[in-house]
């Protein structure tokens, strides 16, 4: 509207302009006075109308660039990732999940998602920066800004929800036991009653057991699973915790020596965790996860990482968080 009137005062004072300099024609004193005045007149409003158009066009961009910091700038995936650059918590031992290997690279189906995430927010892989996030650092690390986001089989649960933002679920597990291949009186979480179950420091899955199956189960705690993997390999614990597809991943690769009792006794939502309280990195994450299950690449990603463990492919989840 205003840059109309700006046009009207423009065109109008041109005209005063042309009639005045018509009239001039009878070369009169007071007729060149006159058309020297309106001259003067239409310039100055050209000019004026000018200023005004270009004061309007920079209040345009400067309320564009406010709306648009105003949409990222509580976000600070969302700042980070407009600056072509992300930082992600992954787990460094969970074999076809989250994996660092001998040459410094990362594996897995979490390392999958982060990746595709990422790509949907504008950042190359090149961009993405890889930290190892332990389930007891995981809540500390997206509090003190050292990343923006965290996929590392990080079950979305009401006490974590009051620490941090969850997109997602991306994957929907079963808790499970990992026992050695010639156990045979271990068959589900109420044959613990007695044993030494180990899990990881941050984990709720070894205290779940004890509270709902098996009150005198003794709960070993190890900083990763890799320890308690270990420990179960030499005899130190008679079993080891925690969701199905991440216990398929050291099954594979002891083959013979481990397995999965294979009684799922629990639903763990897999969520990626970000700061609290940023709504707009938690909506941009979801519509991510959204368009990776649409498009095929979840499962690909699943079948290519998951997969070869021989762990059941399910169904894709619905994110809501």
Sequence with gaps: MKLRRIGSAIAGAAALALVVTGCSGSSTPAATSAAGSAGSAASSAVASATSAAGSALSSAKSAASSAIAGATGDSQVLTNAGEGKVTVGIKFDQPGLGQKNPDGSFSGFDVEVAKYVASKLGVPEGGITFVESKSAEREGLIDRGEVDYIVATYSITDAR?????????????????????????????????????????????????????????????????????????????????????????????????????????????????????????TASINAAIAAMIADGSWKQALEDTVGPSGFTIPAPPTPTS
């Design 161 to 281: 929800k009051e620490k941090v933002n969850f997109a997602g679920p991306y994957f929907v597990a079963a808790q499970d036991l990992l026992v050695k291949s010639d156990s045979t009186d271990i068959t589900g979480p109420e044959a613990m009653a007695g044993k030494i179950l180990c899990s990881v420091t941050g984990s709720t899955s070894a205290q779940k057991v004890k509270d709902n199956y098996a009150a005198d189960v003794a709960l070993q705690e190890y900083g990763t699973y890799t320890e308690c993997v270990e420990a179960l390999r030499s005899g130190a614990v008679d079993a080891v915790t925690t969701d199905n597809v991440i216990l398929a991943g050291y099954a594979a690769q002891y083959p013979g020596e481990l397995k999965v009792v294979g009684k799922g006794f629990s639903t763990e939502n897999y969520g990626i965790g970000l700061k609290k309280g940023d709504t707009a990195g």
